[in-house]
């Protein structure tokens, strides 16, 4: 059973260049959330998706945009990088039972660094 | 006032002993909490998730929920060094997880 996979594992980018980050969710999961987590920090949520739609998202700017794929995998994508946008990015998946807590799983990251 | 608190740490404890992990939140609409693992590098990986009010146990891990005093911990039985890791804690809400910055625990033997 494969579980959640991302892809690259490590990323190196110059300012005001643009990112795309992927995930494939765990086997039988359908939802997809991305969070950022600077170093020292918690992870902080970007944005979900379900069923090829954006549910949810936090305080991130515009330049944060993501997809969702009828195979249920994702895309994280950074426009117009800022050195403060280097973080470990991490994919979760879970079952789209919104409003319950269904229990997220993550993948092992995209390190990102912006020089 | 940050959505999920814990304290940094570092919590040093000795191998054998009872380690206590605590984590308050202010959401009173977090309906579910969990507690990752992560060891420095790695991402989190999942360890218990609670629900309702009370105890749930695993192996030598047990959460504590009391909605009330909006107030989740984490128990860690017979602790080891390869337990040494920052432990994070997570509310849920309306489809996201808030979670607190970490407490690094340290098993010395």
């Known amino acids: 059973d494969a579980g959640v996979t991302q892809s690259p594992t490590h990323l190196i980018k110059t300012r005001g260049q643009q990112v795309t980050l992927r995930c494939s969710p765990k086997s039988g999961h359908d939802t997809v959330s991305w969070y950022q987590q600077a170093l020292g920090q918690g992870p902080q949520f970007i944005f979900q998706?379900?069923?090829?739609?954006?549910?949810q998202r936090g305080n991130f700017p515009d330049r944060f945009s993501g997809h969702q794929f009828p195979n249920y995998s994702s895309e994280l994508n950074v426009n117009a990088l800022l050195l403060g946008d280097s973080a470990l990015y991490l994919c979760?998946?879970?079952?789209?039972?919104?409003?319950?807590?269904?229990?997220?799983?993550f993948g092992p990251g995209t390190r990102l660094t912006v020089l | 006032q940050k959505e999920v608190e814990q304290n940094s740490g570092p919590l040093s404890v000795p191998e054998g002993a009872i380690a206590s992990l605590n984590c308050t939140y202010s959401d009173r609409g977090s309906q579910s909490f969990f507690w990752y693992r992560q060891y420095s590098g790695k991402s989190p990986e999942l360890i218990m998730s609670i629900y309702s009010n009370g105890d749930k146990e695993d192996g030598r891990f047990t959460a504590q929920l009391n909605k009330a005093s909006q107030y989740v911990s984490l128990l860690i039985r017979d602790s080891q060094p390869s337990d040494s890791a920052t432990y994070l804690c997570?509310?849920?809400?309306?489809?996201?997880?808030?979670f607190g910055t970490g407490t690094r625990l340290q098993v010395f033997p």
């Open positions: 997570a509310g849920y809400n309306t489809d996201k997880l808030i």
């Open positions: 979760a998946s879970s079952l789209g039972l919104a409003g319950v807590g269904d229990t997220q799983y």
């Open positions: 998706y379900y069923e090829e739609e954006e549910r």
